[in-house]
């Protein structure tokens, strides 16, 4: 059936339009749930590397334009010796300090509440968050993650950064698949699930 479209149906269309945006969380983490040793060493991830393997993480960013990382995980990640991975997408740099823009890389100091919901007002394809925990954590009060692609790593670590750490709201999800691959890593990305809106 055809109607004609009033104003307020078209931006009921315009923000239904804006969900597809979604904030996603791929990351690594060892089975005790760490990402990182204390001193942010990573080089317990090369364990599972394999020629030819990338997690799906090839698949993955063709969907993002946009990417939150951390001051910290942004500084781990050039003290590598690559070239920054995300240099030709948007980039905010989450940071305490105030510093200037280089390029498409944007240190952000203000409320990461704002940031967000102000980039999924934006069309555009997906906004990745590659850690760290701290910023994780607070996306995570903040109830602002909607994807969750996480590869469980087959080592204890015994110690390090948390993945999760602190309070935050009680969140049900949705299982999307789990993938298990040769190297002994587990896969396992959940949706977050929509609340139920219960009438009166």
Not at 5 to 25: C, F, Q
Not at 70 to 96: K, M
Not at 131 to 157: M, Q, W
Not at 165 to 172: F, L, M, T
Request: proline share 3%.
């Amino acid at each position: 059936m055809h109607h004609r479209m009033t104003p307020m149906s078209a931006n009921t269309t315009a923000e239904r339009m804006t969900i597809h945006r979604k904030v996603i969380l791929y990351i690594a983490m060892s089975l005790d749930g760490y990402i990182a040793r204390k001193d942010d060493g990573l080089e317990w991830l090369s364990d599972v590397e394999r020629t030819g393997e990338d997690y799906g993480y090839g698949e993955f960013i063709k969907n993002v334009d946009t990417v939150i990382i951390g001051r910290r995980t942004y500084e781990t990640v050039l003290s590598l010796g690559v070239p920054f991975p995300h240099a030709e997408r948007e980039c905010y740099i989450v940071t305490r300090s105030e510093r200037a823009a280089d390029g498409k890389l944007i240190f952000y100091n203000k409320d990461i509440k704002e940031l967000v919901e102000s980039l999924k007002r934006k069309p555009g394809s997906n906004i990745f968050v590659d850690g760290g925990a701290e910023l994780v954590n607070t996306l995570l009060r903040h109830d602002l993650i909607d994807e969750y692609i996480i590869s469980v790593i087959p080592v204890f670590l015994g110690d390090g950064i948390s993945l999760f750490s602190g309070s935050r709201p009680e969140e049900k999800l949705g299982l999307v698949s789990v993938k298990n691959f040769e190297s002994g890593v587990v896969q396992l990305h959940y949706r977050k699930r929509h609340k139920e809106i219960t009438h009166r």
